[in-house]
């Protein structure tokens, strides 16, 4: 049964840093699929933020944490990261990784497995 269980989150004050982690068992194929970090803020949708393939060189990242934010795997662990850094109270949001459906970024990603999320809330 594959699991996935995010951490890291927390509270931070504008301009502070967090990284995020996700743990991934039972998912021998970590190696092989492509992850996701996404977040969904109060009242709003889901939103994808950072996507990266199985050997790290192709990583795509929304607009609006470009230059901010950067996605990481360690295979051999099957563990995903997101370093974050320079936050702004939009990105305070509940914080998922997850595994799309198919290989490869599409523009509305749809996911097989997700965890229970690490809540970010960024203010002062």
């Known amino acids: 049964q594959v699991q996935l269980a995010e951490s890291g989150g927390g509270w931070v004050q504008p301009g502070g840093s967090l990284t995020l982690r996700c743990a991934t068992s039972?998912?021998?194929?970590?190696?092989?699929?492509?992850m996701y970090w996404i977040r969904q803020a109060p009242g709003k949708g889901l939103e994808w933020v950072s996507v990266i393939n199985p050997d790290g060189e192709i990583i795509h990242y929304a607009d609006s944490v470009q230059g901010r934010f950067t996605i990481s795997r360690d295979n051999a662990k099957n563990t995903l990261y997101l370093q974050m850094k320079t936050l702004k109270p939009e990105d305070s949001a509940l914080y998922f990784c997850?595994?799309?459906?198919?290989?490869?970024?599409?523009?509305?990603?749809?996911?097989?497995?997700w965890g229970q999320g690490t809540q970010v809330t960024v203010s002062s």
């Open positions: 997850a595994v799309p459906k198919k290989n490869g970024h599409a523009t509305r990603p749809e996911y097989d497995y």
């Open positions: 039972g998912f021998s194929a970590f190696g092989s699929r492509w």
